[in-house]
């Protein structure tokens, strides 16, 4: 298991940028991907963008052209959030795979953006 600590959440206006932070720590050699999900109330947890080891990103359609997930090859992963609308309001929980499967997840950080 590895374990992972967030931060950066917080309110922002409609039209504002956030950075997430991820540091991993623990079995963190085992980590094949990293990325980040989120969930906002009343709906299931949804995957917003993941980077893999090799530097390969997936990002949900919804955050295209505003969000860029990064690392920094030292374990631990950033989600750049810009043009930030109010249905991007969510708990964002960071996520570490290994090749077999889930590993970690954070603690979550709330984003609020309000309109």
């Known amino acids: 298991q590895v374990q992972l600590v967030e931060s950066g959440g917080g309110l922002v206006q409609a039209g504002g940028s956030l950075r997430l932070s991820c540091a991993a720590s623990?079995?963190?050699?085992?980590?094949?991907?990293m990325g980040w999900y989120r969930q906002a109330p009343g709906k299931q947890r949804e995957l917003v963008a993941v980077i893999s080891s090799g530097g390969r990103t997936n990002y949900a359609d919804s955050v295209k052209g505003r969000f860029t997930i990064r690392d920094n090859a030292k374990n631990t992963v950033y989600l750049q959030m810009n043009s930030l609308k109010p249905e991007d309001t969510a708990i964002y929980y960071c996520?570490?795979?290994?090749?077999?499967?889930?590993?970690?997840w954070g603690q979550g950080t709330q984003v609020t953006v309000s309109s």
């Open positions: 623990g079995s963190s050699g085992s980590i094949n991907a």
């Open positions: 996520n570490a795979k290994s090749v077999f499967g889930n590993i970690g």
